[in-house]
């Protein structure tokens, strides 16, 4: 016994020669942490990933070795999960050196927390709120930048398991970032103490999350077997950029627009179907206005409509008659005849143009069945240079990669009303949990997400977009779906459950297209974090920063 105690202290206390090769483990462990990646890694980096790293820190007494090991450790997790950032396939070199801007600015947020992990071992329970509550607050701040930067948080390593996930109901995102903080903080502690009473207060906050979310699920299990089913069809039609839009110097591979709306018909058909309650097409479905007249009336009713009397009529603004006497028609138009068609409610990215105003919008179309009136919601967080124009001085920049035209952003959460109360969000809005939940609270009771990812081909971009809208139906207790040029189109119960999912690409690499056909359950709950959102966790935070500064005088505080 004496000698396993031995071996054991001697391989607890940090020396020189095993601090890198615990400095790599932790690396190693936290950047393969990914909630999708396999379970073991994220069980490890929500154990040990921060825990080692922050134990480590603790042991060097130069502020400046601190900062620099602290600052190197980040920025290679960063470089790691990021790494879908530095696709160079649409955007050139020049997405490298974002991707490289934002793993250094994570970094050095890092970094500046290290120089608050107290040298020679010394930490307690407010020193760990104290790191906790910082990081939680540098990870919000993120949201403040340009249009914000939501993805890659430290407590998506929480939502590997279905347990450990139902915590984001109560405190969001955010919070999950400031328990894996708090309780890695905890775990030092305990390591650097050795007492029992600190082993059992870290292993007793590890467990937690999974014994409150076990709780959780037992409570809503027979609501949510009782609830209400719809039938949706959700359409990836898995195309990449040039062939969706007319690029320069690739026409070649353009599929013309009369011919991605029969793709579009073709999967219908595939969910062999008559009926349906809910029809989602992705953002953008087809290039083009929604309501600019380019469709021959006569080509598009030949090659997809037979029952002519459930077509919607031709008239302003979704139709047009030339001078010659023949009728065009407008995407607007199609989508309301997919309405008609399948008695169906129907949702459709499309784009819109203001000409009084002159004014783009990135938007999605409500369509009901025999409905004259369409409602729209405006995508309300652009991404800058790609829909955005940060700077004027930029214009001719951007000119060099054919983006010429930007969008205006929408003001309004807006909700449509049919069998479901629906809101919408496009593509990356649905990293933002502010956003997302004012769509609760004026009355949603399910999400959708219509997404093109194709922006980023063959990268891990799909499945982190994918993690984030199974977060967002936990944090607002609604079911979610998503439809998706490119990237995974789900169907996602309240307590982010997958029940149906079309992955975006095949065992070949090749884009996935297609219907994903099923139902989707509409049981929904009212949350924690849907009443309160962010401001809980960020009042704590700010108190325990707060109380810590109470308790530490400011002299002595620096000169630790």
């Known amino acids: 016994m004496k000698k396993i105690k031995f071996f054991i202290k001697q391989n607890l206390d940090l020396k020189f020669q095993n601090f890198y090769i615990l400095f790599f483990l932790s690396l190693f462990i936290t950047a393969f942490g990914q909630p999708d990646r396999h379970f073991s890694f994220a ?20 502020k400046f070795r601190r900062c620099s090991y602290g600052f190197l450790w980040a920025l290679g997790v960063q470089l790691f999960q990021l790494n879908w950032l530095s696709t160079t396939h649409y955007h050139g070199f020049g997405i490298v050196l974002v991707y490289l801007l934002v793993c250094f600015l994570v970094a050095f947020q890092f970094s500046i927390l290290t120089f608050f992990m107290k040298k020679n071992g010394s930490l307690n329970v407010f020193r760990a709120l104290l790191i906790a509550s910082l990081w939680t607050l540098m990870e919000w701040s993120r949201l403040f930048y340009l ?5 890659n948080n430290s407590g998506l390593v929480l939502t590997f398991n279905p347990f450990s996930l139902q915590l984001a109901s109560l405190v969001g995102i955010y919070g999950l970032t400031f328990w894996v903080l708090f309780t ?48 949706v069809a959700l359409i990836q039609t898995g195309l990449t950029t040039e062939q969706k839009w007319p690029c320069p110097g690739m026409e070649k591979s353009f599929i013309t627009r009369i011919n991605q709306w029969e793709r579009i018909f073709a999967f219908l058909r595939e969910g062999g179907k008559e009926k349906f309650d809910l029809i989602v097409l992705p953002e953008s479905a087809v290039p083009g206005e929604a309501y600019k007249t380019n469709i021959s009336y006569e080509a598009i009713c030949a090659r997809l409509f037979m029952q002519e009397d ?37 949702i459709a990215g499309l784009n819109d143009y203001e000409a009084l105003e002159d004014k783009n919008y990135n938007s999605a179309f409500y369509f009901q069945p025999y409905q004259q009136k369409r409602a729209r919601y ?32 929408g003001k309004e959460s807006k909700i449509f009303t049919g069998k479901v109360p629906i809101f919408v969000s496009i593509c990356y809005e649905e990293g933002y949990s502010h956003l997302v939940r004012k769509g609760r609270l004026n009355g949603a009771k399910m999400f959708v997400n219509i997404t093109n990812d194709g922006w980023f081909p063959k990268s891990r971009l799909p499945i982190e977009h994918y993690n984030l809208g199974k977060v967002r139906a936990v944090e607002n207790g609604v079911p979610v779906l998503r439809a998706c040029n490119t990237g995974i189109t789900a169907v996602i119960d309240a307590f982010g459950k997958t029940t149906a999912i079309l992955p975006d690409i095949d065992y070949r690499g090749k884009n996935l297209s297609g219907v994903l056909s099923g139902t989707a359950n509409c049981y929904s709950y009212n949350t924690i974090y849907s009443k309160f959102g962010d401001r809980l966790i960020i009042i704590l935070s700010l108190c325990c920063i707060f109380f810590f500064l109470l308790t530490n005088r400011p002299t002595s505080f620096i000169k630790k």
């Open 310 to 346: 459930k077509l919607p009529p031709l008239t302003h603004p979704l139709a047009f008659q030339k001078s010659n006497g023949k009728w065009m028609v407008s995407h607007a138009w199609v989508a309301q005849a997919i309405a008609n068609l399948y008695n169906s409610d129907v």
């Open 184 to 231: 890695a903080s905890m775990g030092a502690f305990a390591w650097e103490k050795k007492t029992n009473l600190g082993g059992g207060i870290w292993i007793s906050l590890l467990a937690f999350p999974f014994f409150f979310g076990a709780v959780h699920l037992k409570m809503h299990e027979k609501k949510l077997q009782k609830s209400q089913n719809i039938s």
């Open 147 to 151: 249009c914000g930067f939501p993805f």
């Open 378 to 409: 405006d995508k309300q967080i652009l991404v800058p240079l790609a829909e955005y124009l940060p700077l004027p001085m930029m214009r001719s920049f951007i000119a060099q990669f054919g983006i010429t035209a930007f969008f205006t952003p």
């Open 43 to 62: 069980l490890l980096a929500y154990l040990f990933g921060y825990l080692i790293i922050i134990r480590l820190l603790l042991e060097v007494k130069s």
